[in-house]
């Protein structure tokens, strides 16, 4: 429960201090080719000349960025999750991580692959 509630409180605190960009993210997506990667200087060129950088912020609390229609484009939660959960987690992970095969397959009681649904 103790849980539940400090993510509760880092939502809430990351809805109350919005920072707003003056960016368009769908346009900004619809200028992206489909298959972008941000390795082509001259696309990110472009890119940066239709969408200049803003001011920089440094994110030191919970917040979310909007863009400049007010979408949520990116919630910043750090401690959202408690350090003893993370801990499990971490621990959960490497125990499901020892079982991974070198083809980037899983492990599964009826052989390497996906389990079926």
């Not at 960009?21 to 990110?44: C, F, P, Q, W």
């Not at 917040?63 to 990116?74: K, N, P």
Request: hydrophobic fraction near 40%; include cysteine; glycine fraction near 6%.
């Amino acid at each position: 429960m103790l849980a539940c509630q400090q993510l509760a409180r880092v939502l809430a605190d990351a809805y109350s201090n919005p920072i707003q960009l003056d960016l368009d993210m769908i346009r900004y997506n619809e200028a992206l080719h489909k298959h972008s990667n941000g390795m082509v200087a001259t696309h990110e060129d472009s890119l940066l000349k239709k969408f200049p950088h803003g001011q920089e912020h440094l994110l030191d609390k919970p917040l979310v960025i909007l863009d400049s229609a007010g979408r949520i484009i990116l919630w910043y939660l750090p401690d959202a999750i408690s350090p003893w959960i993370q801990a499990e987690m971490e621990e959960a992970t490497i125990d499901i991580l020892a079982t991974r095969v070198t083809t980037g397959r899983w492990i599964h009681p009826r052989g390497v692959g996906h389990p079926e649904k």
